[in-house]
């Protein structure tokens, strides 16, 4: 084949998609991009996955990369879930291909990687067949999902001797805290809407008023996921509620009338629409006064619904100091920086990256981190250290496992498939730091300047091809770190990473000495000069991620790729409209209808935008009047205050005090001028024409 025929079979599809939108600016730059990326650089490899048709039964005939489709086809789960979804218990499973991820890999090609592989098994190894597989992925899914079943984990108390959680009496007098006249006849729904909580698909009891759920099988009501009825050992229901604090962070809706596409209630941090701090609130207040208060309310974690400070490191380390003053009293954590406000990443991504958390933050192999929040506080605290690991050891693996084998959700919207291509070519092979795009932001050190260069390769034809990869086995995994002065986003989450470490690089007694470190730092922990990084994440299913960057400031994807608009300063996710009998008097939650509430253009949640002085900004405080992009003055002398004693950031606020039904109304509201949640950055693809960023976000929704 001739390198000319060869670029007319693979542009035929793509030049006709970018002419059938008139982008009369893009298509001809796209076609030397197509050239470029068609001719492939060599002999290029070839693999097993998504071949071309007439190809499956032997790939290695395929041909060169270039006969591999744009798109790909869905993904769903980690490399083992797929290999075993029609094997045996015996199969032996596959390597991981993270396991490739190793200092040097991918050098001097076109996707970039700098996060390496470790393993850090723990508690139950790591499984090596279907069967050990399927075992453990039961296990996970037990942790993540188990309500109303014996030994459901709940806050700080694993599965074992649970504390007493909330009387189902208490509970059920929740109307009462709302300032409702009666019990509502949608009681369990209006609960899951306010503290943001999809309620269960699936039996998760708890005892209506008068009701013995030892009689009725828990009882006849319903309650959401992040709630679980306590059971004892035997199978005795108590009538008492726990919750399930990891849930509120990374549970999920997204509804749709497409049959075709299985959504809903979900969990994987797919809509960032929990509300802990509200919930911890309302129970508290339905308990009274004398009753033990629940750990989201004595500390401030979350400011916002659907966000909060999850990687609360600073905290953690005194709450895991194992009882040890010196650990506890360590100046160098009480004078660090807060890490502020985050948003959680997806689960189903858990399986294409080798580290943790927005900034590169420990081996992804390192579980314990993970059920962190039902880790055995008293006996952490106590000093008895094995009790206080028992259940997180035994658990945290299988929850590793079961996550990995989570897929991502399927666009449930229509797609222009060819333009999809277009974008297909866009993100894997534009350079943004191309000599005639004057791009004003640092070039990052390694990669080809494409979307693909951080965020890794998706299409076929480029997985398969030599120049982008050097495996196909490293197709969708994504191993970046980003200086912050390449990515430029709100630095505190970064910034305050780098604190935790002392002038030399080093870190305290206070971090080493913790249980959830024992298989060391991430890629933060290795910066020279302590520069602050974040680590690209994987994209798959980001079209349900919404909204984007490491603290969620911004609405949706458009405005990721257009630093110029839809970043607005002050905005609010749209809610679910409430019956008509109940307007105004109860508190919704975000509306999670795709048809209704979706922006597929511009790929994201809707919003309002507001200005300073609108109900619930508070001007002068929250924000000034004077100058809508900086924040007060007041916000300013408040920030310094974070940055100096990080631990202030946590301490109770008089608005999760009063926590009135305009305070809740008002913390759907996300403020781009207070502490940690500035929506800059990303400013690099500032460089692309509308025409682009369309066909991109037309590629993004088939990931």
């Not at 649970?162 to 949608?186: F, I, K, T």
Request: include cysteine; charged fraction near 20%; glycine fraction near 10%.
């Amino acid at each position: 084949m001739t390198q000319q025929s060869l670029e007319k079979g693979c542009e035929r599809p793509v030049v006709a998609a970018v002419r059938r939108h008139h982008a009369h600016r893009l298509w001809p730059a796209l076609l030397l991009m197509l050239a470029a990326a068609c001719s492939g650089g060599g002999d290029p490899q070839t693999g097993a996955t998504d071949p071309p048709d007439g190809c499956a039964s032997n790939p290695d005939d395929c041909g060169v990369a270039e006969n591999y489709p744009l798109i790909g086809k869905a993904r769903g789960g980690n490399v083992w879930a797929n290999y075993c979804e029609d094997k045996a218990d015996s199969a032996v499973l596959p390597r991981d291909p993270r396991e490739l991820l190793t200092p040097g890999v991918n050098d001097g090609l076109a996707v970039a990687f700098n996060a390496n592989w470790q393993s850090c098994d723990i508690g139950v190894e790591r499984p090596t067949t279907c069967g050990e597989m399927r075992e453990q992925a039961e296990i996970g899914k037990f942790v993540a999902f188990g309500n109303g079943e014996v030994g459901s984990p709940v806050a700080f108390a694993g599965g074992q001797d649970a504390p007493s959680g909330v009387d189902a009496e208490n509970y059920n007098n929740l109307w009462q805290v709302w300032g409702l006249s009666e019990r509502p006849d949608n009681f369990d729904e209006l609960v899951a809407q306010r503290h943001g909580s999809p309620l269960a698909p699936w039996p998760n009891p708890y005892p209506l008023p008068g009701e013995d759920p030892n009689e009725t099988n828990g009882g006849s009501g319903q309650l959401p996921l992040a709630y679980t009825q306590i059971r004892e050992p035997d199978g005795t229901w108590t009538g008492e509620i726990g919750t399930k604090v990891c849930v509120f962070c990374h549970n999920g809706r997204i509804d749709t009338t497409n049959p075709d596409v299985e959504l809903g209630t979900m969990l994987g941090g797919a809509g960032s629409i929990g509300d802990f701090a509200v919930s911890g609130s309302d129970l508290d207040k339905a308990a009274g006064v004398l009753a033990a208060p629940s750990p989201t309310s004595l500390i401030t974690i979350s400011t916002n619904r659907g966000t909060g400070a999850i990687d609360f490191f600073q905290l953690a380390f005194v709450l895991f100091s194992k009882g040890d003053l010196e650990l506890l009293l360590n100046p160098k954590i009480l004078f660090s920086q807060a890490i502020g406000n985050i948003k959680s990443p997806p689960w189903w991504n858990l399986a294409y990256r080798p580290q943790k958390f927005h900034g590169a933050i420990l081996p992804t192999d390192a579980s314990r981190i993970d059920l962190a929040a039902y880790y055995d506080l008293v006996s952490s605290l106590s000093g008895d250290d094995e009790a206080a690991l028992a259940w997180n050891d035994a658990h945290s693996g299988p929850f590793q496992v079961w996550a990995e084998t989570q897929a991502s959700p399927r666009y449930p919207g229509e797609i222009d498939m060819d333009l999809a291509e277009a974008g297909a070519v866009l993100f894997h092979a534009k350079d943004l730091w191309a000599d005639n795009l004057n791009n004003p932001v640092p070039r990052p050190d390694e990669g080809n300047g494409s979307c693909a260069s951080c965020h890794g390769a998706y299409s076929p034809r480029f997985i398969h091809d030599p120049a982008y990869l050097e495996t196909p086995e490293l197709g969708g995994l994504a191993a970046y770190t980003v200086p912050m002065d390449v990515i430029r986003t709100d630095p505190t989450y970064a910034e305050a990473m780098q604190s935790l470490r002392n002038p030399d690089g080093s870190f305290p007694n206070a971090t080493d000495q913790q249980n959830f470190l024992w298989c060391g730092h991430g890629n933060y922990g290795d910066t020279e000069n302590r520069t602050p990084i974040l680590l690209a994440p994987p994209l798959w299913g980001v079209w349900a991620a919404a909204p984007y960057l490491h603290n969620g400031s911004i609405p949706n994807i458009w405005g990721v790729l257009d630093p110029a608009s839809q970043r607005p300063n002050i905005w609010r996710r749209v809610s679910a409209p409430a019956r008509p009998d109940q307007e105004g008097e109860v508190v919704m939650g975000y509306d999670t209808s795709f048809e209704r509430a979706y922006d597929t253009e511009h790929l994201g949640w809707k919003y309002d935008e507001l200005q300073c002085g609108d109900d619930g900004t508070e001007p002068f405080l929250a924000c000034s009047p004077l100058s809508e992009d900086q924040p007060s003055t007041a916000q300013q002398a408040i920030s310094l205050l974070y940055e100096q004693i990080g631990i202030t950031w946590n301490l109770p606020r008089p608005a999760g005090i009063r926590m009135s039904e305009q305070d809740i109304e008002n913390r759907k509201i996300y403020n781009t001028n207070l502490y940690s949640q500035g929506n800059q950055g990303h400013d690099f693809t500032m460089v692309l024409t509308d025409a682009e960023r369309r066909a991109l976000i037309e590629y993004l929704k088939t990931l």
